[in-house]
């Protein structure tokens, strides 16, 4: 039999127990050849805390853990016995797999994730920012331009009287 992707449906914030939990019954059980990878896809998130930017990580699934496994009782049932682990994700028996398209889908999706930082708060044009690190800090100003992708902005801050675009990095500044 090949090995096929099964999507479990876990606990809420009970992803890291499950697949650790997994992991290990796998090799109490000598299945290391039937389970092969239990993945928790996850993107890099920026965000600032205590004035420091920190970069962490945030589920794309919260809830749900995927599975590459060969399909036969012994390791359904391990999986399915798990701590944490409410079940798998469809309502026939045998589960279904995750589709090669869909499973493909996923893999680019976290590869492509993994390498850009995505900013945890958004920002919009318009909107009301205090600047909180750099020249600048203290000052208010408003959002002319974003650029989610480089994690840019361009604010506009009163200088000596003058209205004046500034451009800032998202973590150096915070929503008023």
Do not use: C
Not at 67 to 75: N, R
Request: overall charge negative.
């Amino acid at each position: 039999m090949t090995q096929q992707w099964y999507v479990i449906h876990t606990l809420s914030g009970q992803e890291q127990k499950v697949r650790d939990a997994l992991e290990r019954r796998v090799v109490l059980d000598n299945l290391e050849d039937k389970v092969t990878q239990v993945l928790i896809p996850f993107e890099k998130v920026s965000e600032v805390k205590g004035g420091k930017k920190i970069i962490t990580q945030r589920k794309f699934w919260p809830g749900y853990v995927f599975v590459k496994m060969e399909y036969m009782d012994k390791a359904f049932y391990l999986v399915n016995e798990t701590p944490g682990v409410i079940g798998f994700v469809g309502k026939t028996m045998p589960p279904q797999p995750v589709t090669d398209e869909e499973i493909t889908a996923v893999l680019s999706q976290i590869e492509e994730k993994q390498e850009k930082v995505k900013p945890k708060v958004l920002f919009s044009v318009g909107e009301s920012v205090k600047v909180t690190d750099g020249p600048f800090a203290s000052m208010t100003g408003l959002v002319e331009t974003v650029d989610p992708d480089k994690g840019k902005m361009t604010v506009r801050v009163s200088i000596f009287g003058r209205e004046t675009p500034v451009e800032l990095e998202y973590w150096q500044v915070e929503k008023n």
